[in-house]
């Protein structure tokens, strides 16, 4: 069983949809997540950083934790031709933080918003 | 000003080829690494290096060579290419507990 694991998609949803992307990981010990986008043909970028359970909003952005499940999300609302991305979940190893940053990715999901 | 930089952008090269590929960050960062995404934008970490000394080796061919001359350059080397060595190279740094930023990308194909 892979550490994450990211339905690959792709996903394509009209302009103002709400989008839930969702990856499941196998380690309990996971305290830190991240969502990191993609833009074609650029690097991943930081999006957003949580830690244990519970949301955390930033904007059109939630990210939401449940460890009971082993689960974690990424809600979009009132998504835009501009969301078009690969969304890619993110855990670093070490329950303490990111040091020396071994981030284990998801595979990532491919989002198209359509105007 | 752009904070992680490689180069080439794009590297298309025969089998059994020598290449290598440049990486530098002007964000005064401790931590650089390499990552590996396949076709299927599988992202994998390859190499991580903290003030010049390399501190993670992932299960990578020895044909893969990391060279840090300096904290601001991490430069990969590649010897033999494969067909199975085709993926975009990703270069990151960050403080060793921080956030990464990652490089534009080094698109290779191998013929």
């Known amino acids: 069983q892979k550490e994450v694991e990211q339905d690959p998609g792709p996903l394509s949803v009209p302009e103002g949809a709400i989008v839930s992307l969702n990856c499941t990981y196998s380690n309990s010990a996971f305290q830190y997540f991240m969502w990191y986008r993609q833009y074609s043909r650029k690097g991943p970028e930081l999006l957003m950083y949580t830690y244990s359970s519970g949301n955390k909003e930033d904007g059109r952005f939630t990210a939401q934790v449940d460890k009971s499940s082993k689960y974690i999300s990424l809600f979009i609302r009132d998504s835009q031709p501009s969301d078009s991305a690969t969304y890619l979940c993110a855990i670093p190893p070490n329950a303490g933080g990111t040091s020396y940053g071994k981030l284990t990715f998801g595979q990532g999901t491919i989002l198209t918003v359509h105007p | 000003d752009t904070a992680v930089s490689q180069t080439p952008k794009y590297l298309v090269t025969q089998m059994g080829n020598d290449k290598s590929i440049k990486c530098e960050q002007n964000?005064?960062?401790?931590?650089m690494y390499w990552y590996k995404q396949d076709s299927k934008k599988f992202l994998k970490i390859m190499f991580s290096y903290n003030n010049k000394e390399l501190i993670i080796n992932e299960t990578v061919p020895n044909r893969f060579s990391p060279k840090s001359p300096d904290k601001a350059h991490l430069n990969l080397h590649i010897n033999s290419l494969e067909l199975g060595d085709s993926a975009v190279y990703f270069c990151?740094?960050?403080?060793?507990?921080?956030?990464?930023?990652f490089g534009p990308g080094t698109r290779l194909t191998v013929l």
């Open positions: 990151a740094s960050s403080q060793p507990r921080g956030r990464k930023f």
């Open positions: 964000l005064g960062h401790d931590t």
